[in-house]
């Protein structure tokens, strides 16, 4: 999907996906809802990957 869109690559470091996965326990909901949370944060920040600071800041935003 991300080739569609014109990436080459993806979004998140190997260590954020670890972190998103631990977070939510593989819930898909949580995964979703986790990721677009990280999205948003990712654009504000003008990061060009989303990295494990970024997942913090997301779960720490999300209140839990």
């Known amino acids: 999907m991300l080739k ?14 670890h972190l998103l996965y631990e977070f939510t326990g593989g819930i898909p909901l949580r995964i979703n809802n986790l990721c677009d949370r990280c999205l948003l ?7 060009s990957a ?15």
């Open 4 to 17: 569609s869109a014109g990436s080459a690559r993806g979004l998140f470091t190997r260590q954020a996906i």
């Open 41 to 47: 944060i990712g654009v504000l920040q003008n990061a």
């Open 50 to 64: 989303l990295d494990c600071r970024i997942v913090r800041d997301a779960i720490e935003d999300m209140g839990t």
